[in-house]
């Protein structure tokens, strides 16, 4: 089975600071995605990446950046947490048909 | 602006009972049609999907309805039982987009015993 694997599954950080969420894939696919869960709002496409040192805005880029120098780690980071980005964060990993979830980071900003 | 759209966003089903959850899309280019299912502290996992070569597919309890013409899909899940209750999306995919699903937004199903 595929694993996704994210390293955190609360964080509580402060406005202002870098947070770094990590995720890793152990079946060496290709894409790989961030996604915000939000009451009411569904899954919402963050970034994405098709390829090593590749990566794509995704519908709420604002605020996020991402970073993937190795095939198996894709990493999210918001470069100065708010509180509107309080949220729960789920990666995935896809080839051909289906993504695999990791099982999210809650991240509460204060 | 949202791909898939999703309704109920939320639904109470007696035990024993039928639960359908319904979505509709616009883009005619997509070809792959999952339904994922969320327990509280959990990712999502694939529950089934389909493709729009056929009109419905079948596992266990859980059915895929899909009317192309109507661009609709809707799952059914017979015999509903409290170990059900969990958030389910469906979503949407056209291959030559590297894979990028998109998402409704989600129903919150509860079965009463």
């Known amino acids: 089975d595929v694993k996704v694997t994210q390293s955190s599954r609360y964080l509580v950080k402060r406005t202002g600071e870098k947070v770094f969420l990590e995720c890793v894939q152990d079946?060496?696919?290709?894409?790989m995605f961030w996604y915000r869960q939000d009451p009411g709002l569904g899954l919402r496409l963050i970034y994405f990446?098709?390829?090593?040192?590749?990566?794509e805005k995704g519908d709420i880029p604002e605020g996020y950046s991402v970073s993937r120098e190795k095939k198996e780690r894709f990493s999210l980071i918001l470069e100065s947490a708010s509180t509107n980005q309080t949220s729960m964060y789920l990666c995935?990993?896809?080839?051909?048909?289906?993504?695999?979830f990791g099982s999210g980071t809650r991240l509460t900003v204060v | 602006q949202q791909q898939v759209k999703q309704s109920p966003q939320s639904l109470i089903v007696q035990k024993g009972g039928i639960s359908i959850i319904n979505c509709a899309y616009e883009?005619?280019?997509?070809?792959?049609f999952p339904w994922y299912q969320q327990f509280p502290g959990k990712g999502p996992a694939l529950l089934i999907a389909?493709?729009?070569?056929?009109s419905e597919k079948k596992e266990g309890r859980f059915t895929i309805s899909f009317n192309k013409s109507a661009k609709q899909f809707s799952l059914h899940i017979m015999d509903s039982q409290p170990g059900d209750s969990a958030t389910y999306f469906c979503a949407a995919s056209m291959r030559d987009t590297g894979n990028q699903f998109y998402f409704g937004t989600g129903t919150s199903l509860t079965v009463i015993p």
């Open positions: 995935a990993s896809s080839f051909l048909d289906g993504y695999t």
């Open positions: 883009n005619t280019a997509f070809d792959y």
């Open positions: 389909i493709r729009p070569d056929v």
């Open positions: 990446s098709y390829d090593v040192k590749m990566k």
């Open positions: 079946m060496d696919h290709e894409n």
